[in-house]
C-alpha cells in the first residue's frame, strides 16, 4: 500500500464477510533461527560481528523495510555509507529481532560486538518482500476475530484485538488455490492446533490460540 495506507495490509470487506478469508504477510526473508524464510538468500546480507565496527555492503533505499536478526549481542546504528557502530549505540541482544524502515540519508546499518567475540558471531539484514498470501480461520478457530478494532467499547473485546494485532503466527494447514482471490493461494487450518502464537511485548495471545513452543 501506499501513501496513509503505507505499511498496511488490506482485505477486502465482501471476501471476508462472505468466505471469512483475509489477507495476511508471511514471515519474509532471514534466517530460519529467527522465525524467517531463508529460501531468498538474495535477499539478505550478513554482517560478521568482530570488535571493529563492520556495516552491510550493498544499500538501501528511504523506504525499504529490513528486519535485523544476530546471534550474538551487539550494537547497531543506521547511517549513511560511512555508519560506524561503537559501544554507545543501540545495544540489540542475542536471538533478538528488529523492524526498521530506512529513512532520510539512511542507506547502511553498522554492527560491532557487544562483549566476546565467538567464530560465527554474525547479524543478517533481510529485506521484507511483504509477500501476501489469504488465511482463512472461520471454520478452525471461529472464537477468533480478525476484524476488529482496539479501541472497541468493550474493554474485554478491545484487548483481545490489540494482542492479536501485537502478535504473530506460525500456522499450518491445506493450501488451496482460490481463482476469485487476491491472492489467490489460502491456507486453511484445521483446528486450533494448527495455530500458535508469538505474543507482542508484555503481552499475551488472543483467545483461544496458545502460545508458541
Sequence with gaps: QQGEWQGTRCSEKSTFVNYGQFVVEMAGPGPAEAGLDPSLASRA????????????????????????????????????????????????????????????????VAFVADGAVSAGSKCVVAQ???????????????????????????????????????????????????????????VMPRDADDLCCHPGPGLSCPYPIKPCP
Excluded at 546480507?45 to 536478526?69: K, P
Excluded at 560506524?84 to 530506512?102: I, K, M, N
Excluded at 478452525?140 to 494482542?163: N, T
Design 45 to 108: 546480507q550478513e554482517v560478521q560481528l568482530t570488535a571493529a565496527s563492520a556495516r552491510t555492503g550493498s544499500a538501501y533505499r528511504s523506504g525499504d523495510q529490513v528486519r535485523v536478526w544476530c546471534n550474538a549481542a551487539a550494537r547497531m546504528k543506521f547511517g549513511d555509507s560511512s555508519v560506524a557502530a561503537s559501544t554507545a549505540d543501540v545495544p540489540f541482544a542475542a536471538g533478538a529481532t528488529a523492524e526498521h524502515t530506512f529513512a532520510g540519508n539512511e542507506t547502511h
Design 128 to 186: 521484507n518482500t511483504h509477500t501476501l498470501i489469504n488465511l482463512t480461520t472461520r471454520d478452525a478457530v471461529p472464537d477468533l476475530q480478525p476484524d476488529c478494532g482496539d479501541a472497541d467499547p468493550d474493554p474485554a473485546k478491545a484487548e483481545q484485538c490489540r494482542w492479536l494485532h501485537a502478535a504473530t503466527f506460525d500456522v499450518v494447514g491445506h493450501l488451496r488455490q482460490v481463482q476469485p482471490a487476491r491472492p489467490r493461494w489460502m
